[in-house]
């Protein structure tokens, strides 16, 4: 692997020991990893979001799954790094997250309370292939027997089948795979860094047949791109298929930083359906309720008829063996109005 040394990274927030290094392979070509030493891993929620849990642990900032319409891009700004593609190429790795978070664990005034993963990036991004931070991650939960959940669009995940099961035989687990629909054309163009749709279908299949159950956070549900009753109905009945033991659907938000740039991806792909955007769009970053009761209601109607049930927003699930007998045919939690600590996955 080769690798350049770019000497120092994003050290104001970091310190300066923080080492940046760009690759040349054709795995991590054009992506700069910026490898910092953290000096805490565990974070609290801001008061006053919506998320419901109130910490999270996240080893990386950035993520080159480079989906358009991510709104952890604005936290990049707050490292002074590009929102655009700097977010989907200029990777903070926290090198010292596993051992970090063993220290925090340990502490006396820590109550062992549930951390989710996979809340503002991904983290089964690429990055997690060379830098390997969730086995040691996984580890440290496991052996303080503190409940988590993880939400992901990567197949990495599957690596660590073995640290999951372990981790659930001693406290509660959740984890949820993220798809948004299976057009693979719309994929292509609006969530270019991440595994197909398929290939998510294929982590809960495999996730199901090593007696790990899984729920599916349906996000973002994209107006008039792919949220036709057909264009649902046969994502339900493929994550059914694929063993989803819920699914909770979630329409796609644009807060600023995404807006600007989901926006600009849609003026390119889409012209015709900048007016209509605009218009649904009026109020500010969410869509309007009768938009969101509809997807919702049609969403948990399709899951009912495949067989699946609704998932309820940031539930974790304990990871247990699933049935041997097919289930009959065949996430995520409302974002926060702060910017640091949820992303669409
Ligand atoms: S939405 Fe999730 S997977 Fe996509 S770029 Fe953002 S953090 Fe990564």
Redesign the pocket.
Known sequence: MRWEHLGEGPSALFGTETVSRRFDTPEFRGMTFHEVRARSLVNRVPGGSRAPFAWTVNPYRG?S???VY?F?RRTHSYLDLDTGTGFDSQIVVKVNAPELLRRELARPAWRGEHIAMGTN??CY?RAEGRYALMPGILAALRDRANPFSVLT?GTLILRDLELLRQAAEVTDVGVSVSVGFLDRELWRTV?PG?PAPERRLDVIRTLRAHGIGCGVLMAPVLPFLGDTPEQLRATVRALAEAGAESVTPLALHLRPGAREWYLSWLARHHPRLLPRYDRLYANGAYAPTWYQRRITRQVHEFATEFGIGPGRPGEARRIRPVRSEPTGGSGHPEPPRQPTQL???
């Open positions: 993520c799954h480079a989906c991510c952890a990036v991904d991004q669009k969530e991440t992303t669409l996955l």
